[in-house]
């Protein structure tokens, strides 16, 4: 059985040189917005109060709706940035310029549209290695990092990890659908067809599918995935590990894990907080790869102690 991991297929390469962002500061008020950056339109929403952390999501191609986190928005100004080719924000020219280094530079031009000089980024899976990728590019722009369910590397060892991981949910009653979804996502062609790729994969992402599928219906339907930035990865897989440029980072971390999150498992978050000096490391024990949704309260815990550093 071979397995693709939307969440796992890397993207580098050499980015072309960044435009001025938009002239003047873009609003961080509650409210859905749109902000140009290297003549890329990108749409953002803000919800929340307190200070603010840009949101980046996960995949690639995962609309940003998944991610909302309604409990971290009680202490948090929290910016969801729609990437390039999902939801609001056009797709990129070619499959070809969704590098990591590419979604970072757009990152960074987004940042500054903002009139953020430094900033606290979150990433989410795909959009951990976008948030790592960018702090490595731009240290000095880091003003705090919240890196979630993530890796700080992707190579043959953690692919044949992630391998294992996926095996052992053979007996559950979803495996033979949520693996057969895997097999069609390189043969998506509309966002129809991503949609019901990544939400056939779903069960995949947490701890417990089985018994908590019903609470979890609502949740789903938030679940919206893009055809553009789908195909940008598998048109950009690479081995890539920023590990050795994570130690000029110095400003508050956080990496939070689940337990039971065999896509980014915790020897590959504790590798990330190893390698940033101060950064205190999460482990939500009866999570998987979505614990903002599975335990919601001790995710937001966690973040609520970053937040008082900010």
């Known amino acids: ?21 938009t002239s003047t500061t873009a609003p961080l008020t509650e409210g859905d917005y749109a902000i140009t950056v290297d003549s890329v339109p990108l749409a953002y929403h803000v919800h929340g109060r307190g200070p603010v952390c840009i949101v980046h999501a996960g995949g690639p191609g995962l609309e940003w709706s998944y991610l909302r986190m309604p409990e971290v928005e009680r202490v948090m100004t929290l910016v969801y940035l729609e990437p390039a080719g999902t939801g609001a924000s056009p797709p990129l020219a070619s499959p070809k310029d969704y590098t990591l280094a590419r979604y970072a530079q757009l990152l960074d031009g987004a940042i500054a549209a903002l009139g953020l000089a430094r900033a606290c980024v979150l990433g989410h899976s795909h959009g951990g290695y976008v948030a790592l990728t960018w702090a490595a590019m731009h240290p000095d722009h880091v003003g705090g990092l919240i890196l979630y369910d993530t890796a700080a590397r992707v190579d043959d060892e953690t692919r044949k990890e992630q391998a294992a991981g996926a095996a052992a949910y053979a007996k559950e009653p979803w495996f033979t659908a949520a693996t057969a979804a ?39 339907t938030t679940v919206k995935a893009f055809v553009s930035p789908m195909r940008g990865a598998n048109a950009n897989q690479v081995p890539w590990d920023v ?54 309260a001790a995710f937001a815990a966690a973040i609520t102690e970053l937040a008082r550093k900010l």
């Open 243 to 296: 590990r050795a440029k994570l130690s000029a980072i110095h400003a508050p971390a956080l990496v939070i894990v689940g337990a039971k999150d065999w896509l980014t498992p915790p020897a590959r978050a504790d590798e990330i907080v190893k390698a940033i000096t101060g950064a205190q490391l999460t482990v939500l024990a009866n999570s998987g790869h979505l614990g903002h949704v599975e335990e919601p």
């Open 1 to 21: 059985m071979r397995i693709v991991i939307l969440g796992f297929l890397l993207s580098l390469g050499c980015p072309p040189p960044v435009a001025s962002p």
């Open 182 to 220: 895997f097999e069609r996502q390189a043969k998506v062609v509309t966002d129809a067809d991503a949609d019901a790729v990544m939400r056939d994969q779903v069960p995949f992402l947490f701890a417990d599918w089985t018994h908590r599928q019903a609470e979890l219906a609502e949740w789903l």
